[in-house]
């Protein structure tokens, strides 16, 4: 009877030891296996910040999604003389129109937020979200 019980426990205790290394994804399946580039299923993710334009067709509202790209466009137009960094996110963020509150889920909380971008206009990282904290208490 000791021994049934020793070698139970003995089989449990090594499959809980190796459960952890089973978990782990080899080459095949998205793991950095060689030729692999690690973007998943074959490695075909694209970079980090370089997706293309959404396809609008499929958008829930294809001419707000379209007005975006083009709003982002200009924006970014506006911007291609900023470095990558804060200076060029809060051009291109001064640089977009504001957003149609009247069709927000909550008008009332857009609004404040649209009057809480307008105050802090201009200003970066902390100060930015100290600013923000503040507009929006008010």
């Not at 020793?6 to 030729?35: E, N």
């Not at 200076?87 to 927000?104: L, V």
């Amino acid at each position: 009877m000791k021994s049934a019980i020793k070698l139970i426990c003995t089989a449990l205790f090594a499959g809980l030891f190796a459960l952890p290394a089973a978990a782990q994804m080899g080459a095949g399946m998205g793991g950095m296996g060689p030729g692999m580039s690690g973007g998943g299923m074959g490695g075909m993710a694209a970079p980090a910040g370089k997706r293309g334009p959404r396809d609008c067709v499929q958008a829930p509202n294809p001419e707000q999604c379209k007005a975006r790209q083009e709003a982002r466009q200009k924006a970014a137009e506006a911007c291609k003389d900023k470095a990558a960094g804060p200076d060029r996110r809060q051009c291109m963020r001064d640089s977009m129109p504001p957003k149609d509150c009247s069709k927000a889920p909550s008008p009332e909380r857009c609004n404040t937020m649209q009057k809480a971008h307008e105050t802090c206009r201009g200003k970066t990282g902390p100060e930015r979200r100290q600013c923000m904290s503040e507009a929006m208490k008010k």
